[in-house]
């Protein structure tokens, strides 16, 4: 395999730590610490090792931060009560709910408990509303999203590219089309009904992918020349692997982001990033 063809998201995110941190300490030198909580409401182990991974990063940065366990089947009702406690804690800065939930809860209405202020994850109606009308400055934007845009422009602006995206779920596919629109690009957004979807990404110079179907793109979706954000996290069997198959199209493509190491601790570092600017909302707005 071709490491050369990686666009790893380790090194960008360790950037990002280290800007993190060091407007962690002016925030303490100003009488602010920082604190951000995470709701686990279900038993996926993997939803429980995100936590765990930024309960580590948060002790790193020197940020407070509460792990909040509703166990393993919460009810809705339990899991909207403690988002609305997080919501009027004023020492709590920032909060998110972690995902995979358990079958039964509802993570988008429970969602809507959380302030846009507090919305670290940039997944609020309201903050998704912001970004898709233009106003992405007044807004948090989803940190996956974020994600897949720094990786594309690692060789250059989206600006005036045409880019294809596959998959339009709420938490990565809406809100990276809007942000996408707001940067220039030419998007077409593509589903699980679209026609000759190899056709319809032939001409793109970007295809970002978040589907949640393991391996679904191979290479005979993709072009030479391309760069491929695999978005994806899927575990098969004790592997982790992407919605694309990275070794058939490492044949074809001229970058790609490998899975793990490339969207998600890039993500996991503009949550961090993410909470800053939480702060200074809510220090424009009178919060603090």
């Not at 940039?122 to 996956?144: F, R, Y």
């Not at 699980?192 to 992918?209: F, G, P």
């Not at 004790?238 to 198959?245: E, H, P």
Request: one cysteine or more; proline letters at 3%; charged letters at 25%.
């Amino acid at each position: 395999m071709n490491d050369e063809k990686f666009l790893d998201g380790r090194a960008m995110a360790k950037s990002i730590r280290e800007s993190v941190k060091a407007e962690i300490l002016q925030l303490k030198e100003s009488g602010i610490i920082p604190r951000m909580a995470v709701v686990l409401a279900t038993d996926d182990p993997s939803a429980h090792s995100y936590a765990q991974t930024k309960q580590k990063m948060a002790a790193n940065l020197g940020i407070q931060f509460d792990l909040v366990d509703l166990r393993i089947s919460p009810t809705q009702k339990e899991l909207e009560s403690k988002i609305s406690a997080l919501a009027n804690d004023v020492e709590v800065h920032g909060a998110l709910l972690e995902f995979p939930l358990a079958a039964n809860l509802d993570g988008q209405k429970a969602l809507e408990f959380l302030p846009a202020h507090k919305d670290i994850d940039g997944l609020t109606s309201a903050n998704l509303g912001l970004t898709m009308a233009g106003s992405e400055s007044d807004a948090i934007l989803s940190a996956t999203a974020q994600a897949c845009i720094e990786l594309a422009e690692v060789e250059g602006s989206v600006k005036g590219k045409r880019i294809g995206l596959v998959g339009r779920g709420r938490t990565v596919g809406r809100p990276l089309a809007a942000m996408l629109i707001n940067r220039q690009a030419t998007v077409t957004v593509c589903n699980s009904q679209t026609k000759d979807l190899s056709e319809v990404l032939r001409d793109c110079a970007v295809v970002i992918v978040a589907i949640g179907k393991p391996q679904f793109i191979t290479k005979d979706h993709l072009t030479s020349g391309q760069i491929v954000i695999d978005a994806g996290i899927n575990v098969v069997g004790d592997s982790m692997v992407g919605d694309v198959d990275a070794d058939g199209a490492m044949e074809k493509v001229h970058r790609i982001t490998p899975v793990p190491g490339g969207v998600g601790p890039l993500t996991t570092a503009i949550i961090f990033r993410n909470l800053l600017q939480a702060i200074k909302i809510q220090k424009s707005k009178g919060y603090l």
